[in-house]
């Protein structure tokens, strides 16, 4: 009895468009059927009654109710219900990203971003283990890195260049498979002659999936190169 007297509630309070639990701002019809702000905006009616929408806000108590229903991800095809205060949304490998390989056009889940850059013939999906990455002089680069199942972007940027050598910017770009369990830590290490640098940084995604740090100088080679090696390690 419990349960189909919920399921009514649930059925109640479904977005006419996208037929999950509303979410706000919350709008509704003259005919009373309600649907997510979101789900309105390019609606000039009703899709259920086909009557225009009201302009008086839902009453109190049903945003109440609201609020208490579990709400699905909004993510396409997640089906995780999460709670206001859930961070499930922000972390989901659900939530559509882009490629930035240069001019490629791919649009996807972030659980998919792997495979697809995978399948690019150019390009070298680097790990956690220690790789050699070289970068010209004033470009910016961009390495895929799949490590302990997280994907990231490496966006390295020659900054402050003179004659010999340069500071780094490194922007590491997380694309979240859900939140990560573990701290990582980046390693750069550089040997030129007999010049020898080396850092090692923890990457604070608390705040966002995107960290930025400098490191340097580095020197450049024969070949107007910087070439350096890179780890991503946990503890």
Known sequence: MVNRSFQKILDIARCA?????????????????ILCGDCSKHLNECPTCKRPFSLAKPA???????????????????GVYVSD??????WCGF???????????WTGPNR????????????????????????KGQSVDIFPISAFGQFFWARFNVIDENKISSTVRLRLILVPNGKPSEEYFFEVSHYYEKQFFKSKFKCDFEEGPSFKKKFGPLFKDTKNEYVFEMTISKE
């Open 112 to 135: 998919d971003i792997l495979s697809h850059v995978q399948d690019h013939p150019s390009v070298t999906v680097h790990s956690e283990h220690k790789s050699v990455v070289k970068i």
């Open 95 to 105: 939530q559509s990203t882009k490629c930035i390989v240069r001019t490629c056009p």
């Open 17 to 33: 468009v996208c037929l999950e639990t509303a979410r706000p701002e919350i709008v509704q019809c003259e005919g009373e059927h």
């Open 60 to 78: 109190r108590f049903m945003s109440q109710v609201l609020d208490a229903l579990p709400k699905l991800c909004k993510h396409t095809n997640c």
């Open 85 to 90: 205060d859930d961070e499930h949304e922000k």
